[in-house]
T-cell receptor, first 111, second 112 residues
């Protein structure tokens, strides 16, 4: 089945760019997602990309997809302390319905 | 637009007791999901409903977990009897179509 891997921690300074990386195993995943989870809260959908796209930009967020290498990244420009959270990468399962999540990357932003 | 509602937000029970969680999805969303998120891990799908029918319950431990979605709106997830390893956050999500899922705040279950 699908497996999604992420690095566990990332630490950046306020104002820098953050890049969170993710790899997945199932090339048939139709959609790939980034979710944000703040302490004690549910998951907030940040953005998603269809598998036939290479890039998607939404304000400070840029998603890059390398389908050949099954690699997904999320770049946050001008990172702020409010961006500190856990970021989850997710891929749609083979049926294209439910999501398979990575273990999450904890982003720590220092001022 | 109101988000996905879940209750209770926190629950502490002893092992072998039973517990139930409730979810009210976003109005009009036909698809509803229950996920289990163990501390330090990503959410794992337990069950998916399309209206009031089950689409996928392959990862639901059916000997102790059950879920229903009467009338295709609200849903309840029950655990009976609970084990220590069931301690987790139970997340409900709903979706208007295949490629967007919106999550509720979750119910944090502690089994002692």
């Amino acid at each position: 089945g699908e497996d999604v891997e992420q690095s566990l921690f990332l630490s950046v300074r306020e104002g820098d760019s953050s890049v969170i990386n993710c790899t997945y195993t199932d090339s048939s995943s139709t959609y790939l997602y980034w979710y944000k989870q703040e302490p004690g809260a549910g998951l907030q959908l940040l953005t998603y990309i269809f598998s036939n796209m290479d890039m998607k930009q939404d304000q400070r967020l840029t998603v890059l997809l390398n389908k050949k290498d099954k690699h997904l990244s999320l770049r946050i420009a001008d990172t702020q302390t409010g961006d500190s959270a856990i970021y989850f990468c997710a891929a749609s399962n083979q049926a294209g319905t439910a999501l398979i999540f990575g273990k999450g990357t904890t982003l720590s932003v220092s001022s | 637009e109101a988000g996905v509602a879940q209750s209770p937000r926190y629950k502490i029970i002893e092992k072998r007791q039973s517990v139930a969680f409730w979810c009210n999805p976003i109005s009009g969303h036909a698809t509803l999901y229950w996920y289990q998120q163990i501390l330090g891990q990503g959410p794992k799908l337990l069950i998916q409903f399309q209206n009031n029918g089950v689409v996928d319950d392959s990862q639901l431990p059916k000997d102790r977990f059950s879920a229903e979605r009467l009338k295709g709106v609200d849903s309840t997830l029950k655990i009976q009897p609970a084990k220590l390893e069931d301690s987790a956050v139970y997340l409900c999500a709903s979706s208007p179509h295949l490629y967007e899922q919106y999550f509720g705040p979750g119910t944090r279950l502690t089994v002692t």
